[in-house]
Structures are given as structure tokens and as C-alpha cells.
Nanobody, 113 residues
């Protein structure tokens, strides 16, 4: 079973920045972040494969940056120019060679206007 440990998140004013981090155990080949706002479906924020390929939601392009340390199985999400609509629970996600898809427990990000 893959374990994901998240850190970061919190409360910030609009225009501010936050950084999320996540560490995983296992044989990981892809890690990323999703988010879920109240009353909405969980959506992709950003993902990066071991090969360095990235995919961002259109709503965060140019503001958020995903990075990974493959040797440590970690992923970070630098979030700049935050907007109130970025408020959500952010979930770390990892895809493991043996166990498939795993999720972190979620961390709250709240952006005040």
C-alpha cells in the first residue's frame, strides 16, 4: 500500500502564495495534485510523470508550478497569485507500479478576498 504524507496549505489573502508538499512510499511513476471545492467534483490541478511531462489545469497555468524529486518520491506545488476560487481541499495523488492510484488525506487551502 502506498502512503502519502502531505504538508502545507492554510489561509492566505488573495494574491499571496502557498506551497504544498507530499512524500510517497513505493515505486512511483507519476505524482500530482487535485482539488475539491465545496459542492464541486474533484479536479486535476497539476501532475508530473517521472519523465518530466506535466499537465496543468487551465485555471492555474502561469500561477502554479509543480516540481518533483524522483529520488525521494516527493512532489511540491508552488501556488502564486492565489485567488478566492482556488479555495479547496487539495489532495496529493500518486500512481504506483504495483498498487495503482493512491490519495493523500487532503489539506485545506483557503484564499480570502
Amino acid at each position: 500500500q502506498v502512503q502519502l504524507v502531505e504538508s502545507g496549505g492554510g489561509l492566505v489573502q488573495a494574491g499571496g502564495s502557498l506551497r504544498l508538499s507530499c512524500a510517497a512510499s513505493g515505486s512511483i511513476f507519476s505524482m500530482g495534485w487535485y482539488r475539491q471545492a465545496p459542492g464541486k467534483q474533484r479536479e486535476l490541478v497539476a501532475v508530473m510523470t517521472n519523465g518530466g511531462s506535466t499537465n496543468y489545469a487551465d485555471s492555474v497555468k502561469g500561477r502554479f508550478t509543480i516540481s518533483r524529486d524522483i529520488t525521494k518520491n516527493t512532489v511540491s506545488l508552488q501556488m502564486n497569485s492565489l485567488k478566492p476560487e482556488d479555495t479547496a481541499v487539495y489532495y496529493c495523488h500518486a500512481v504506483d507500479t504495483w498498487y495503482g492510484s493512491s490519495w493523500g488525506q487532503g489539506t485545506q487551502v483557503t484564499v480570502s478576498s
